[in-house]
Every structure is written in C-alpha cells, then in structure tokens.
C-alpha cells in the first residue's frame, strides 16, 4: 500500500479509539510496517475488529493477517481469469478432427500421417 493509505488507517484507527495515545514516532512505526500490506485486507481486518465491539484499539498483527474473505474472493477472479483464458484457447481450437475437414476417412488420414513419419525418419 501507499504511505497515504497508511497514514489514512492510523487516522481511522485513531479516530475510532479517542482513548489511544499516539504520537508522531507510534504514526512512522504503524505506517512503516503497514505499508508492506495490502490496503484492501489491512481495512477489511479492521472493519471485522471494529464489529466486535472492542474498547481498545487492534494491534499491527490484527490488522495484517490474511483475510479470508478478501483471500476467498481473489481466488474466485483467479478462477474467473483462468477460465476466460481457457475459452479464448479453445476458440482456436477446431471443432472437427482433422480427417473431417479433410473429407477422408479416419484410416486414410492416420496411414497418409504414418507414412509421412516414416518418410521424416529415414
């Protein structure tokens, strides 16, 4: 995340708990070691603590453990994009086997590709 978005979740964070101290030194600490996370989860975590209705404000840890709903739903557009990715392969794809576009048989095609691995080898 940006130093911004950072700072903005020490902001809330503060403005939430009116009763946590913190000083310019606690802000360069929580923002150094916020910054290495990702925005979406460290707000997400703090939205779930707030909701448990605590009286004192979440610690770094709290706030930077995997969210399983955030996790749950990269992996649904990790799927969405691996399917999309594997539609737009298969449209290259020809639907009929190649001795059908070809107009012969199966055994006419596979004794015209033998004899052409054949020739290759030698």
Do not use: C
């Not at 708990?17 to 996370?37: A, G, M, N, R, T």
Request: charged share 40%.
């Amino acid at each position: 995340m940006e130093k911004r978005e950072a700072i903005d979740i020490v902001k809330k964070t503060a403005a939430y708990f009116p009763s946590w101290k913190i000083d310019k030194s606690v802000v360069d600490i929580w923002v150094d070691k916020l910054q290495q996370y990702d925005f979406e989860t460290v707000m997400a975590n703090l939205s779930d603590y707030l909701s448990l209705g605590k009286d004192f404000a979440p610690g770094i840890p709290t706030l930077i453990k995997a969210n399983e709903r955030i996790e749950a739903n990269k992996e649904i557009e990790r799927t969405r994009e691996m399917i999309r990715r594997q539609d737009e392969e298969r449209k290259d794809i020809p639907k009929d086997p190649p001795w059908v576009r070809e107009g012969i048989t199966r055994q006419a095609w596979m004794q015209r590709l033998l004899a052409e691995k054949r020739a290759e080898a030698q």
